[in-house]
Nanobody, 125 residues
Framework: QVQLVESGGGLVQPGGSLRLSCTAS????????MGWFRQAPGKEREFVAA????????SLADSVKDRFNIYRENAKNTVYLQMNSLKPEDTAVYYC??????????????????WGKGTLVSVSS
């Protein structure tokens, strides 16, 4: 069983930045593709970003492509989501996801094996 714990959420003004972290309790973290999804109030969960087990490839949703970045430190069992130029529409609970595969997670979260409990990001003035 893999436990994923997110941190770094909070309240930020429009145009500000946050960095989310997701730490996994597993010895073989480097065997998992990781990703971030988010769910805004009253909306469906949506894909935000994904990264392969090695960090060699990433994918970002079009809505965040020029503002967010995903990267990982396998030695720390942690994946990060750097969020810049935040907008009110980025307000959501952000969830970390893991899948034991070498490929990127897909936008529909197909095959995701583990989810974190989420961290709330609020963008408001």
């Amino acid at each position: 069983q893999v436990q994923l714990v997110e941190s770094g959420g909070g309240l930020v003004q429009p145009g500000g930045s946050l960095r989310l972290s997701c730490t996994a309790s597993v010895r073989t973290f480097g065997s998992y593709a990781m990703g971030w999804f988010r769910q805004a109030p009253g909306k469906e969960r949506e894909f935000v970003a994904a990264i392969t087990w090695s960090g060699g490839a990433t994918s970002l949703a079009d809505s965040v492509k020029d503002r967010f970045n995903i990267y990982r430190e396998n030695a720390k069992n942690t994946v990060y989501l750097q969020m810049n130029s935040l907008k009110p529409e980025d307000t959501a609970v952000y969830y970390c996801a893991a899948k034991g595969t070498q490929s990127l997670l897909t936008s529909n979260a197909s095959g995701v094996q583990y989810w974190g409990k989420g961290t709330l990001v609020s963008v408001s003035s």
